[in-house]
């Protein structure tokens, strides 16, 4: 097996990590690695599940902060390219008035993901609620919503690696 794969969620990451995850991969242990942290896949397949989902943690953490009108699974999103979610504000005017709504669409790949990765990516769009930029009181929020954070961000990175290289894991 290449040793040399390209780990394109993994830019950024110091190159000790990366050795030790390109080490993993040749030994074919990444997956092994994962199902022990994370055994099996979430229960939510629907937008409806999803969007319930994701009211129920806004109403936990960010309950004055403004309303959703919808949360899906999207097709469309380029994991690689684009984001793993995308939270989006649209305003437009409706008579006299101008429309806000909030829409957040998460990748269709996390529909066979572990719940704790689907959290992670529901966490940081309900954090755009809040702070628009990826900054240091972002990040706060996020670890406040979900104190695990961190770690999930990168065992997701690791997950959409195994998929990119071997297929589906769940």
Do not use: W
Request: a positive charge; one cysteine or more; proline letters at 2%.
């Amino acid at each position: 097996m290449n040793t040399m794969y390209d780990l394109n969620y993994l830019a950024g990451y110091p190159t000790q990590v990366t050795a030790q995850v390109r080490q993993l991969i040749t030994e074919q242990r990444l997956g092994k690695l994962l199902l022990n942290r994370y055994p099996t896949a979430h229960k939510i397949k629907t937008d409806k599940a999803l969007y319930d989902y994701t009211v129920e943690l806004k109403n936990q953490f960010l309950r004055k902060s403004q309303s959703l009108s919808k949360v899906v699974f999207d097709n469309k999103i380029n994991v690689l390219h684009q984001a793993l979610g995308v939270h989006a504000f649209v305003s437009r005017v409706q008579g006299a008035k101008l429309k806000a709504k909030n829409e957040i669409r998460v990748g269709v790949v996390f529909k066979t993901a572990p719940l704790e990765f689907l959290r992670m990516i529901v966490v940081h769009e309900l954090a755009h609620l809040k702070e628009k930029d990826h900054n240091k009181a972002f990040y706060q929020l996020c670890v406040h919503m979900e104190p695990s954070y961190h770690q999930l961000e990168f065992d997701l990175r690791l997950y959409l690696t195994y998929l990119d290289l071997f297929g589906e894991l769940y």
